[in-house]
């Protein structure tokens, strides 16, 4: 019984030793290109997304973005975000630029911002950048991510080809839908039109035969009084 119960410990020993050594569950993360085309007088996220490629290791980072006008051919240094914070680094972007990605945690994996009041002079290429730290158990593994964002800044809204085609596609199932019913209800005019003539002729035939019949036995009762 000794015997049975020590093994029976030493089972739920090992159980719980690998139940605290199994990985940690974090949540997916796609990397999704950012839009590129803004609104002048409204706001815009700027995506910039950079998954570890291993999600059980530890790992921190911090971000910069940097910001090149069209027709220009230096960048300039717009946005850090660490454990202190954001920071907004450049006097145009002042109060315009809120953060939009990985809250709570300094392992940033989505390092989005939020361009308040868009304006014809923001259009230009952005540059996101991940400074990220991944710690195993004997040492640190430091990785730069890369990524590039060319925004158009436009008057209105353009539309996309899915929404031309998909408003084209609408008005041609409602009109084929309006032909056809039009050809039912001339289908069935004409089907109920026959049908009226052909009750019309049944009731004719019916009424000759009835007065056919009524003369015949006329004729037949004169005949019997002779």
């Known amino acids: 019984a000794e015997a049975a119960a020590n093994l029976q410990q030493n089972g739920l020993q090992r159980n719980k030793t690998r139940c605290c050594s199994a990985p940690r569950c974090d949540g997916a993360c796609a990397e999704v290109d950012s839009d590129t085309e803004a609104v002048a007088g409204r706001g815009f996220k700027l995506g910039c997304i950079s998954c570890k490629r291993r999600s059980e290791v530890e790992g921190s980072a911090t971000v910069e973005w940097y910001f090149r006008p069209d027709g220009e051919s230096d960048f300039v240094h717009i946005y850090s975000y660490n454990e202190n914070g954001p920071t907004i680094e450049h006097n145009f972007f002042e ?24 304006t014809f ?37 353009t539309r996309g080809t899915a929404s031309i085609v998909s408003e084209v596609m609408m008005y041609v199932s409602i009109i084929g839908l309006q032909v056809w019913l039009l050809i039912e209800m001339i289908y069935c005019y ?11 002729r049944e009731a004719a035939n019916a009424e000759y035969l009835a007065i056919a019949s009524e003369s015949k036995d006329n004729c037949a009762g004169v005949q019997v009084g002779e």
């Open 190 to 200: 004409r089907k109920i039109a026959a049908a009226g003539e052909e009750a019309l």
């Open 121 to 157: 002079n923001d259009s230009g290429t952005y540059r996101c950048f991940f400074y990220r730290t991944l710690t195993y158990e004997n040492y640190e593994y430091f990785d730069t991510v890369d990524k590039v964002v060319h925004l158009t800044v436009v008057a209105k809204a």
């Open 95 to 118: 109060d315009r630029i809120d953060w939009n990605g990985s809250k709570r945690s300094n392992d940033i994996q989505d390092a989005s911002i939020y361009v308040l009041n868009v």
